[in-house]
Nanobody
Framework: QVQLVESGGGLVQPGGSLRLSCVASGSIFRIYLSPMGWYRQAPGKQREMVALITFSSSTTYADSVKGRFTISRDNTKNTVYLQMNSLKPEDTAVYYC?????????WGQGTRVTVSP
């Protein structure tokens, strides 16, 4: 079993920055080898992929966040980060940490990001 705990969300003005963190814990064998991802969901919209990262730090970004967001990980701490710069009102959403697994994905509880003056 794996638990994912996100933190770092909050209220920020347009153009500002936030850094989200996700700590993974549990007894899964070689948990540090798992790919990780950040997703977000705004009210009335489907959950969408924001960024993905592999064990070797290969990354993938949604077109809407390319050049503004950076995903990274610290495998010694089982932690993945999402640095969000130049935030826009349309970035407002609940952000979720994700770990794909054969038996089904693990999800965190989410951390809310609000971009508003």
């Amino acid at each position: 079993q794996v638990q994912l705990v996100e933190s770092g969300g909050g209220l920020v003005q347009p153009g500002g920055s936030l850094r989200l963190s996700c700590v993974a814990s549990g007894s899964i064998f070689r948990i540090y080898l798992s790919p990780m991802g950040w997703y977000r969901q705004a009210p009335g919209k489907q959950r969408e992929m924001v960024a993905l990262i592999t064990f070797s730090s290969s990354t993938t970004y949604a077109d809407s966040v390319k050049g503004r967001f950076t995903i990274s990980r610290d495998n010694t701490k089982n932690t993945v980060y999402l640095q969000m710069n130049s935030l826009k009102p349309e970035d407002t959403a609940v952000y979720y940490c994700n770990m794909p697994r054969d038996g089904g994905d693990y999800w965190g509880q989410g951390t809310r990001v609000t971009v508003s003056p």
